[in-house]
């Protein structure tokens, strides 16, 4: 009786190996209008691009979201597939596909009466900054964040829920100068607040190309990441990828070799 428990047991767990592999979860912070809320019917333009990929390839896409730091770590470890809206030099460990979906300007926001303008990285000795921890805003991470973190008069670092939220309050506290963010998550999260802030475009940081990459603990990262490119040329050349840019307000660069 004994030997056919286990016998079952190992036909059951057979049987449920490729559900397993079929279905891929994805994680990140909540970034409207790149990755939004799970299961909406708006859930962000790279959630709908990663579904309709990867759903035409006969896998189902779990969408979940968590603080930046975790999500970096939790899908370092293995624990989910893939990091969504990250940049190269955020997480260089990941295995990246060769294209990217879309590209980042991380642009400075102030105050509507605030005069103060970024022009290079010394001008911001002049302010102090509030920054997202972990986010590596292009190149800005090393090279003004990371020389300065310990230093709470130029920096304020915030993690978890609602930073955009928080900045902003610190900004009306006059607890900081100014704050980073992606310009269409700003313009996004202004356009749903029901009290929308007048803020100031003080320079842009850098810009970058983002990605969905893959764990580096998953054997299937290298596939996936190679399914990902093959469709986002098709969705390209189809079409597709240009109207779920225009559903979300998202400027596309032109096409990548």
């Not at 911001?124 to 900054?129: F, H, Y």
């Amino acid at each position: 009786m004994h030997c056919f428990r286990v016998a079952v047991g190992l036909v059951l767990f057979a049987w449920l190996l490729p559900l397993r592999a079929e279905t891929l979860t994805l994680v990140a912070d909540y970034w409207c209008p790149f990755n939004c809320q799970p299961e909406s019917d708006d859930p962000g333009f790279m959630i709908e691009v990663a579904d309709r990929i990867f759903g035409r390839a006969g896998y189902t896409v779990i969408y979940l979201t968590r603080p930046w730091s975790r999500a970096i770590k939790e899908v370092e470890s293995g624990q989910y597939t893939a990091l969504v809206g990250t940049g190269r030099k955020e997480v260089s460990n990941l295995v990246f596909p060769k294209r990217y979906l879309a590209m980042a300007r991380h642009t400075f926001f102030t105050q509507s009466d605030s005069t103060w303008q970024y022009r290079d990285d010394d001008s911001l000795s002049d302010i102090r900054l509030g920054v997202i921890d972990d986010y590596s805003y292009g190149d800005l991470n090393d090279r003004y964040i990371l020389p300065h973190r310990a230093d709470r008069q130029r920096l304020m670092i915030l993690n978890g829920q609602n930073v955009l939220g928080r900045f902003l309050d610190m900004l009306g506290l006059r607890r900081i100068d100014a704050f980073v963010e992606e310009e269409a998550v700003m313009r996004y999260y202004l356009s749903q607040s029901r009290n929308p802030t007048t803020l100031r475009k003080a320079g842009v940081a850098s810009s970058e190309p983002l990605f969905i990459a893959f764990s580096p603990a998953d054997p299937n990262a290298q596939r996936y990441a190679d399914i990902l490119d093959k469709g986002v040329q098709a969705l390209r050349e189809s079409g597709e990828l240009d109207q779920l840019a225009d559903k979300y307000r998202i400027v596309l660069n032109s096409p990548q070799d």
